[in-house]
């Protein structure tokens, strides 16, 4: 699936029906057993790091300084970027609004959004901003945000 500036990875069925994410790793794997080639399967796990500036724009700002993001699909880049942001800037009160909470981080997960969120201490809510967030007052450890951060 074409994108612009970003490669999505699509399990294709084909791939999946032999435990790999697509139809082209079932080919290759088919294709080392043939020659008899042993191999390893997505079991090396390489650390880097992304040293770069990044800017986030949050999709709504209450008055009372709350940070709303909504969201219906919440991917992997997505919840890294929110604990890099929750990590470098305490005192933003960001919340997120999803479309349904109750959806799976991915394909086998047993963890939910609102699993996730409860997890690193994020309040969520399911398709609408609560009342009680629009009516809350402004708390003292959290300051509106400025323009820039």
Not at 42 to 68: A, H, M, Q, S
Not at 140 to 148: D, I
């Amino acid at each position: 699936m074409a994108t612009q500036g970003r490669r999505r990875t699509m399990a294709t069925p084909s791939g999946i029906k032999y435990g790999y994410r697509s139809g082209l790793e079932d080919k290759v794997s088919k294709q080392l057993k043939e020659s008899g080639v042993t191999f390893e399967y997505e079991t090396l796990k390489i650390v880097y790091e992304v040293n770069e500036t990044r800017k986030y724009t949050p999709d709504f700002i209450l008055p009372n300084g709350i940070i709303v993001e909504t969201k219906g699909r919440f991917v992997s880049a997505d919840r890294k970027k929110h604990l890099l942001i929750q990590k470098q800037h305490p005192h933003l009160d960001i919340r997120f609004v999803f479309s349904n909470s109750k959806a799976k981080l991915n394909k086998g997960s047993k963890t939910s959004y609102a699993d996730w969120c409860q997890r690193y201490g994020f309040k969520w809510a399911d398709k609408w901003i609560p009342e009680g967030w629009i009516n809350e007052a402004t708390a003292p450890s959290k300051r509106k945000p400025s323009r820039k951060i």
